[in-house]
């Protein structure tokens, strides 16, 4: 991305001068390099707990530079789109063989996912979020544009119902 270099002299005013108005001298900089961006997350609109689905994301690196660190891509289950509230993480995993990801290029990834079934279950809007460079190996131009997600409705599935219908004391 573009930047300025400051030069900054008597930042806090210190020195008695002539002139306070001419200190600072500014040179634009450009900055090359990666950026990863979640392109695409896919899955079923409407499932059940405890249903298999089918996630499949797409990552591509935007900048100008090659990624070459093995990155890590998670998929989790969150109630809102930025996968900060309430997060099931579904997968972790290495980018590995993927990499290194050049300018413009991207790869998708596929997995079947088991959505939790549990007594805290409760249906509702959904999201399935991908995110990409978890832990920031990767060195980027951006780090905070790896994130997507896709809305998903969870229902709970009909549950068994236990009944005692007996007693036999000896």
Do not use: K
């Amino acid at each position: 991305g573009d930047y300025f270099l400051l030069f900054i002299a008597d930042e806090n005013l210190r020195e008695f001068e002539s002139d306070e108005t001419n200190n600072v001298l500014a040179r634009p900089l450009r900055v090359d390099g990666a950026d990863l961006i979640v392109e695409s997350v896919e899955v079923p609109a409407a499932a059940d707990f405890g249903d298999e689905i089918s996630v499949s994301w797409t990552i591509r690196n935007t900048g100008t530079e090659a990624v070459n660190a093995n990155v890590l891509d998670q998929i989790v289950l969150s109630q809102n789109a930025a996968g900060t509230q309430s997060p099931i993480t579904l997968l972790s995993e290495n980018a590995g063989d993927l990499v290194p990801l050049g300018p413009g290029e991207s790869y998708t990834q596929t997995f079947a996912a088991t959505l939790p079934l549990n007594r805290s279950s409760e249906a509702g809007p959904f999201f399935i979020v991908a995110r990409t460079d978890v832990g920031n190996r990767a060195a980027e131009q951006n780090e905070d544009n790896n994130t997507g997600s896709a809305a998903i409705d969870l229902a709970l599935p009909p549950l068994p119902d236990i009944v005692v219908s007996d007693i036999s004391i000896p």
